[in-house]
């Protein structure tokens, strides 16, 4: 795969409202950004429309396209498939344009692996009350829903350091704007320092333990 375009992926905790940074980024600097759809089996929300949010599929129809590799990577999240389609990313990668993977850690590894210049960006809530108020008050999950989504929460704050860059979604503009510039500067590491997941340790490590007590349910 040529690889003229820059392929960034864009993960963080359920609920840490990374998708409607998506929709924000796409709204104010999408000419700059092709946003991959995902393939699922999970249900469309409230709103959500085939092949706008995701493309939603059964079982059947996704492990056809696992078995054809169609799938750039895949994985399962609480119950359900999630991957991405090879296509579209091949053709916006070759067309010139920045890619971005709005995908879980597990498929954000494997695409590191198969594209080591991936950037990898990891956005969470400001702290883990918010997020639980955000996943909850939401309300398109059921309480069980929500109880794993939080527990899978702290599964995947075990694995931060390995990505790039920590974005704290507090406010919602100033968070699209950030990511925004990081992502056309994401090779300059002094200017981003703030920003490199090494020097965010100590609200990595809060993070981690909250959400620890909550997947417990304390
Ligand atoms: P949600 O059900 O909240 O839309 O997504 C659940 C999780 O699956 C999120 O962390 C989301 O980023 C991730 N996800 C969405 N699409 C993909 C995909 O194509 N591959 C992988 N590995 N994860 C995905």
Partial sequence: MSNTGKLVVFSGFSGSGKGTIMKELMAKHGEDYAL???ATTRDPRPGEEHGREYFFMSNEEFEKMIEEDGLLEYAQYVGHYYGTPKSYVKEQLDAGKNVILEIEIQGALKIKKQFPD???MFVSAPGADELRDR???RGTESEEVCR?????AYEESLGIEQ???????????ECVELVNDIIHSS??????????VSSNIDFINKMRK???????GE
């Fill in 135 to 137: 996943l909850v008050g």
């Fill in 118 to 120: 991936t950037v990898l």
């Fill in 187 to 196: 090779d300059d590491t002094d200017r981003n320092q703030d920003y490199l």
């Fill in 36 to 38: 991959s759809i995902s």
């Fill in 148 to 152: 794993q989504r939080l527990s899978r």
């Fill in 163 to 173: 990505y790039d860059y920590l974005v704290i979604n507090d406010k919602l503009d």
């Fill in 210 to 216: 909250e959400l620890l007590s909550f997947s417990k």
